[in-house]
């Protein structure tokens, strides 16, 4: 399986919500568990925003190295465009960042890994770990 993070689960990682073992255990599993810049730009932010020299260690020096990079690709911006054109249409609307990361999603056929509920009005795969 391929696993693709958004922030709040990386923010639940450094603030020790849930236990770092639990992305070990799942990688050991066989699965493929990404990041992607959108992901990476709101992590660096809130690190920066509230400075913690602990958070960015852990970040840089335990979560990163464990996390595949996934890039941007044009094709994925177009595709967020598509889906802000059919988000704003039904009512919704989700910030740009989400709609780029449920476009790297569902282009390399991963599940999104978030507590939010934002992604529900896009046609993705989601899991939170907070509770499974």
């Not at 889906?83 to 999603?105: E, H, P, R, V």
Request: proline share 5%; hydrophobic share 45%; charged share 20%.
């Amino acid at each position: 399986m391929i696993y693709l993070l958004d922030t709040n689960v990386l923010a639940d990682f450094l603030n020790q919500k849930l236990p770092l073992t639990k992305l070990t255990e799942i990688i050991r599993q066989g699965n493929r568990v990404c990041i992607c810049r959108p992901v990476h730009y709101e992590t660096m932010r809130g690190l920066m925003k509230v400075p913690s020299p602990r958070k960015l260690q852990a970040f840089n020096s335990q979560l990163l190295p464990m996390l595949e990079w996934v890039e941007l690709r044009n094709a994925d911006w177009e595709q967020a465009t598509q889906y802000w054109a059919a988000t704003t249409a039904s009512g919704k609307q989700l910030n740009d960042m989400d709609l780029l990361i449920g476009a790297i999603a569902v282009r390399i056929g991963a599940t999104i890994v978030t507590a939010d509920d934002d992604f529900n009005a896009l046609p993705i795969k989601r899991d939170n770990w907070r509770i499974s």
